[in-house]
């Protein structure tokens, strides 16, 4: 065993392995580090989505009122000579007036219908106040609640007063007549839009808001006072939806320039283009384009709505870009309002930005109501005078040579300009400017791919990246290219439309209107289509499935059930989650779906899931079961079957390693129990009965004897730290118990008081019990009848006692809800307390006698009264019997809870085991909870739907949201912990490095050699008596567990870090422990001797301590000896203790955990997998003391109580994979170690202190040491060949690798030198020469070599 110490001296090696090392840490796999262990199982916060139109409208008239008086100036316009002259590009002067007005008013109704052609157009022209009003009220009295639109032009009238008014004629044109805004209003109405081109026209804007106002105030004081004289008056509309467009402000006069029109904001906003590029031709810069002039311009060829043309494409992109200035400038509500509410307004306001980019370059400001900001200095013009650019320069050739006309290269470079958002940009910056351009490009068939490829890269940012998409106004665009049939386009349409739906899901009505769910079915049916796009389509699928009836029928139509079978064993495992997820959504409260799934044998096909290697696949396959029995369509005898075959095999995963996937169980039995209502009332009663007439030999019954467990009553006993396991574990309560009354009953069979043990502090403690309301609704089953119940109906006995019916499927479930009652998880047995009460609470409220007697069920007993003394509800201080308030939980129309204010925290009652209140006390005979009369059978299960839904209602696990976060949330990005760059790795890089520096230190300090190991490096009075002890590898911390709590203390400091609850039940204790990721996020796993485990995370830090998960490791404890209080103390006979417990033995290089105990098996758990991969049969009658494995070497060797040592390849088969058996010991094997190293030897230790080496391939051992007798605890060092001894003795003696004893520890340093109490617990430090001792007294010491060595 000696080292060859000159080879670790030499400084090459020790660098090598150094390095060796650090790379190790990075390789070894992290445990229980998954999402699902991380984060708390439900889908994400709702966004409340403001993108969909909740009123969308149209324009449907326009009222065209044209005061022009053609060849008359109106009197207070001076114009200049020359003068700007055309109207709608037509000169008045070059005809006669009236043709000229006709001609005019025709033409501006082309100009408008470009935009709107589907509207009614009235023309008024030069007309009387008269004319308007009729006009007016007619378009408004035809329009009912749509928008109606009023043009007005006023170049041949007054200009606007101050007062209100703007002005048209009289009958014989002789006189101007004043035409108030406030009657316009009136017989406008609402919703409406104004145009005015006028000089001075923000007079009228401003007198419209104060008549607005006005109306405003009249309808309030008609609203409050009806005897006020306006009330007696038709009341005035309200004004609130009207939008207006100005062509000047207040002071302002339109420009007389002669090289424009006349009505320069109507030509703006009805010819965009060709205004805009006269007004480019004028600017100097024109000039840098050769050849263009104002007569070519009109000879652009092409259409303005064919995007191929010149013309067209120039349109395009004008719309692009107003759309562009407009979403990145104005406020989001406002764009929805005015550029995607209305077809015509969105175009009238996007023209409207050009006017006023062009008339601010001639001193005029448009106004509009609502105002929006400045944008004619937006940096996106430049790109528009950049197209148009590139446009004219191409005419002259097109023009007069006919050559093809290039694209402008706009689009392309727009999209370009957002990759380089997407790829460049930091997380939080400001949404790119081009997104409503991408918009634009979706049009285009050149671009798509592209823009789609780069909208579906922006989605992935996450949720909020969708929602301002979809505010975008990108929804109506992906809805059409559902249409498409090309192939290039699915992955990347499934990929947004996953995005969508994962934030959005109210777009399933809008898919399946449009037959888009037959695109995802036909991508979900193509094999040649990768499985993450499949995945993408049956998620999608999913959605629209999910509780929308409509949906479901078409895609039952659209085969969706075949569909989803054939891919269930695809090797993508989220492709295999979702099919199942699908599935069970297709056929929630839908039968037909259910039938088909029938007739393809869906679930027989399901249950290969139910084993599958990923705990999410499983959970989902649960899922998909569970809603598959849980119909409430009318039942057949096929269907029962079926549902019972089901509920068998959801049975089997009663002890899955993964609480996810025992939640979601617990739900799918829940709707089975719901279906089944009355049978599994009968079993209730059944059970109920039997437990009362049954004592099983609980280990609460019994009295520990000696000093185990002393009354603690001295002040310095800590509260412990509750702690919260994702809801609140019941911290600091009765193990588990869940009735107020009975926190502090203790069952003690001499009923004194209860032996004071963190395990039962009384309610007052920072205890939070979990179910139902946060005041906790009193249950009809305490944890402890379950748990006593769960017991009994595992003893054979019971069979014979009760009758044949006893073995049915309802009992099997119900003995399965039981086991999931006393789950070591705590929102397991949530779920399933919830179950179990809610189907005692019916038994108990519909039993009575007579109908137990006819039930003919029970074919032996038929008990008076369903009374129980292990139902225990009790009122605080005898109170008269109250309807339980736990009823509020269970149904919904319930009586409200007592109006007596109960006592906070109630006085122990300790009843004597004969005294409990039996059940019918507490439900008073005259009132039932339900609508039903006093005389309902317990048969009878066609409640009204208050209780029948309650279960169903009530329990939802949140996987399916939880599972569709993925798709909301980014799918591209690295990782957090593979980013360089990221804190997260950055920590883990300092841990890595601290866990060398302390490998290389402590490496330097063994190899010297310890020559001897008792100076006293800290000491302290655990809380508790320490069980186990386990030191964290690389920081400064070390474990210490007692009965049923942890406790930390940092060993360098001396101070205690975090003390808290184990949270397993009272007749049960911790066994074993093990850091799991020690090298980087260490977990704690604790190991009770009822099989449980239990994994914590967040302790010993400042934050709460958090389980992670927790399951049941070994099932069958035998119960004989199973934590049976030790009636002998440990420290005379270990074989007539009670039992080894758990022992385990962690392996971090493969994620594998072996466990065994009092049970004839190792079982070994994946938990990656989270499930168990192997049985190895120990060949022995006796429970197993200690195990020890080598990942190299695949050997696991365990110590067994009867002295043998058996060494097992669990490589190999159940039958050959034992391949060694020692068996020189004569009694217990207090430790049986295995070496890491290659040819590592096997080193086991007995009660009597006898050393055995062993070399795994030879039948003898090779070398054995004496050490003292009567030994309790040992532990090898295994880096430095030390190994220490505790004895009942009340000392320690450390022997190094040839036998000799280094050290003999018999009493505490200073502290008046007081002798140690006898060894409980003790254990090395992985690597640092540090052994820790717990003794019988509470003391906790650690020992470590001497001063000059470290």
């Known amino acids: 065993m000696k080292m060859d110490s000159d080879l670790l001296h030499s400084p090459a090696v020790g660098l090598a392995e150094e390095e060796e090392a650090d790379m190790n840490d990075w390789k070894l796999p992290l445990a229980f580090m998954k999402k699902r262990h991380s984060e708390k199982i439900e889908g994400c916060k709702a966004l409340a989505q403001s993108w969909r ?114 002005w048209v004629f009289n009958k014989n044109y002789t006189q101007y007549i004043p035409l108030s805004i406030y009657d316009l209003q009136t017989w406008m109405g609402s919703p409406s839009i104004f145009v005015y081109d006028c000089s001075n026209a923000g007079i009228i804007v401003k007198s419209f808001k104060q008549f607005a106002l006005q109306r405003e105030q009249e309808l309030e004081v008609a609203a409050i006072n009806p005897s006020h004289p306006l009330a007696q008056m038709p009341l005035p509309p309200s004004m609130k939806n009207c939008i207006q467009l100005a062509a000047c402000e207040a002071s302002e006069l339109l420009p007389m320039n002669p090289d424009l029109p006349a009505d320069l904001f109507t030509s703006c906003l009805t010819t965009p283009i060709k205004i805009a590029l006269r007004w480019f031709c004028m600017q100097k810069s024109a000039k840098l384009v050769p050849g263009v002039t104002l007569d070519l311009i009109e000879k652009i060829p092409g259409r303005l709505n064919d995007r191929r043309t010149p013309l067209g494409e120039l349109n395009w992109i004008f719309t692009a870009i107003t759309d562009t200035i407009a979403w990145n400038v104005l406020p989001r509500d406002l764009f929805q309002k005015l550029f995607r509410q209305d077809l015509l307004v969105a175009s009238l306001f996007r023209n409207f930005l050009l006017a006023e980019r062009i008339m601010r370059s001639y001193n005029c400001t448009p106004v509009s109501s609502p105002r929006l900001p400045p944008t004619y200095m937006h940096a996106m013009w430049q790109a528009w005078d950049l197209a148009v650019d590139i446009c004219l320069s191409q005419l002259p050739t097109i023009i007069e040579e006919g ?100 934030v959005d899901s109210s777009c399933q009505a809008d898919l399946v209107k449009d037959n888009g769910h037959k695109y995802f079915l036909s991508v979900l049916a193509d094999s040649y289509m990768p499985a993450e796009h499949r995945t993408m389509a ?122 996810v996937v025992r939640k979601e169980l617990v739900v799918a039995l829940s709707h089975l129990v719901v279906q089944y209502e009355s049978n599994f009332c009968t079993v209730a009663l059944q059970f109920i009965e039997e437990e009362k007439n049954y004592t099983v030999p609980s280990p609460a019954n019994t009295t520990e004897p000696g000093n185990l467990t002393p009354v603690r009553d001295s002040p ?166 109250m309807p339980s308030t736990s009823s509020s939980s269970l149904t919904n129309e319930v009586p409200k809870p007592p109006t007596r204010e109960q006592p906070a925290t109630r006085p122990p009652y300790t009843p004597t085991l004969g005294g409990q209140a039996p059940h019918s006390h507490q439900f008073p005979r005259t009132r039932k909870m339900f609508d039903k009369g006093p005389e309902q059978a317990a048969e009878d299960s066609d409640e009204p739907g208050g209780h029948r839904n309650y279960i169903s209602l009530a329990l939802q696990t949140g996987l399916c949201d939880w599972s569709a976060k993925y798709f909301a949330q980014p799918v591209m990005k690295i990782p957090e912990e593979h980013d360089l760059e990221s804190q997260v790795r950055m920590e883990r890089q300092w841990r890595f490095l601290r866990n060398t520096r302390v490998r290389r230190q402590s490496r330097c300090i063994t190899q010297r050699g310890v020559s001897r190991l008792d100076d006293q490096i800290f000491i302290n009075r655990n809380p508790g008596v320490p069980s186990v002890v386990k030191f964290h590898p690389f920081n400064t911390c070390i474990a210490v567990a007692d009965k049923d709590s942890i406790c930390f203390w940092d060993w360098e400091k001396g101070e205690r870090l975090d003390y808290f609850y184990n949270g397993n039940p009272r007749y049960t204790r911790i066994t ?58 440990i420290y005379l006979d270990r074989s007539k203790q009670g039992g080894a417990g758990m022992v385990v033995d962690w392996e971090q290089e493969t994620g594998l955990l072996m466990t065994s105990g009092d049970v004839r098996v190792v079982r070994i758990w994946d938990t990656d997998r989270e499930m168990k991969v192997q049985d190895i049969p120990t060949g022995a009658d006796s429970c197993v003391t200690s195990l020890s494995c080598d990942s190299q070497r695949s050997l696991i060797v365990a110590g067994l109580g009867d002295g043998s040592v058996r060494v097992f390849d669990r490589r190999m088969g159940p039958n050959e994979c034992r391949v060694m058996t020692y068996r020189e010991h004569g009694a217990w094997v207090v430790k049986a170690h295995l070496q890491k190293e290659t040819d590592g030897h096997i080193i086991s230790v007995s009660v009597n202190g006898d050393v055995r080496f062993f070399e795994p391939r030879t039948p003898d051992s090779i070398n054995v040491l004496q050490t003292v007798k009567g030994l309790t605890a040992l532990d090898i060092h295994p880096q430095a060949n030390l190994f220490a001894c505790g004895s009942m003795n009340q000392f320690i003696a450390v022997y190094n690798a040839n036998g000799d004893v280094i050290s003999n520890i018999k009493y505490y340093d200073g502290f008046m030198g007081q002798r140690i109490g006898a060894i409980s617990c003790l254990a090395f430090h992985p690597y640092w020469p540090h052994l820790a001792v717990g003794s019988n007294d509470y003391y906790m010491s650690i020992y470590s070599a001497e001063k000059r060595l470290r």
């Open 53 to 166: 139109m909740k009123d969308r409208m149209k324009t449907v008239s326009v009222a065209l009122v044209l005061c022009l008086n053609v060849g008359v100036d109106p009197p207070d316009v001076v114009k200049t000579s020359p003068c700007a002259r055309l109207e709608c590009w037509i000169d008045p002067l070059s005809m006669s007036p009236q043709k000229a007005l006709e001609t005019i008013g025709a033409n501006l109704q082309k100009q408008y219908e470009n935009w709107q052609p589907r509207a009614r157009y009235k023309q008024s022209l030069d007309p009387t106040v008269d004319e308007v009003k009729k006009l007016c009220t007619s378009l408004r009295r035809n329009a009912k609640e749509e928008r109606v639109l009023f043009h007005y032009n006023g170049h041949g009238v007054p200009r606007p007063t101050v007062n209100g008014e703007i």
């Open 403 to 502: 050559t093809a006309f290039r694209h402008s290269p706009f689009f392309a470079e727009q999209l370009t300009a957002f990759q380089v958002w997407l790829t460049m940009g930091v997380e939080n910056r400001n949404p790119p400017e081009q997104l409503p351009i991408v918009l634009q490009v979706l049009l285009s068939q050149v671009h798509r791919l592209r823009a789609l490829d780069l909208l579906g890269r922006f989605l992935d940012l996450g949720p909020w990246a969708v929602s301002l998409a979809l505010s975008v106004g990108i929804f109506p665009y992906v809805l059409k290219l559902l249409q498409s049939s090309a192939r290039e386009l699915r992955p990347l349409l499934v990929f947004i439309w996953a995005k969508i739906l994962a």
């Open 538 to 659: 049956v998620f999608i699928l999913a959605v629209i499935v999910n509780s929308y009836n409509t949906g479901q029928e078409a895609c039952l139509q659209g085969n969706l059930i075949a569909n989803c079978l054939e891919q269930l064993s695809d090797p993508h495992p989220l492709l295999r989650q979702w099919v199942a997820i699908c599935l069970g959504r297709i056929w929630q409260n839908f039968d037909p779906a259910r039938w088909c799934g029938v007739r393809d044998s869906a679930h027989e096909k399901l249950y290969t899931l139910l084993s599958d290697p990923i705990p999410e696949v499983r959970c989902a396959a649960v899922f998909a079961l569970g809603t598959f029995v849980g119909n409430s369509a009318e039942r057949t005898d096929h269907s029962t079957t079926i549902d019972h075959n089901v509920a068998m095999m959801l049975a089997q995963l009663i002890n899955d390693g993964s609480p």
């Open 716 to 881: 310095a006993i800590p509260r412990l730290r509750s702690v919260n396991s994702y809801t609140n574990i019941r911290a600091a309560t009765t193990a588990r118990n869940l009735n107020k009354s009975l926190q502090n009953l203790n069952l003690n069979e001499e009923g004194g008081p209860a032996a004071f043990s963190p395990g039962n502090l009384s309610t007052s403690s920072s205890a939070s019990s979990t179910l139902g309301s946060p005041d906790n609704d009193e249950y009809i089953l305490s944890f402890e009848t379950i748990d006593k119940m769960r017991r009994v109906s595992s003893y054979s006995s019971l069979n014979s006692l009760i009758g044949v019916s006893f073995n049915s499927v309802y009992t099997q479930i119900w003995r399965v809800l039981l086991h999931l009652a006393a789950d070591p998880f705590p929102e397991v047995s949530d779920l399933a307390m919830k179950v179990l009460n809610s189907i005692a609470y019916k038994a108990t409220m519909n039993a009575r006698p007579q109908r137990i007697l006819d039930s003919g069920s029970l074919t032996q007993s038929a008990p008076a009264s369903p009374t129980s003394k292990g139902t225990h509800i009790h009122q605080a201080g005898g109170s008269p019997p």
């Open 1072 to 1129: 074993a422990m093990e850091y799991l990721n020690g090298h980087d996020c260490s977990l704690l796993l604790t190991a009770t001797d009822d099989g449980a485990l239990r994994i914590w995370k967040n302790f010993a830090d400042q934050k709460n301590p958090e389980m992670v998960t927790a399951w049941q490791g070994l099932s069958d404890m035998l119960p004989t000896t199973r934590g049976l209080a030790r009636r002998v103390s």
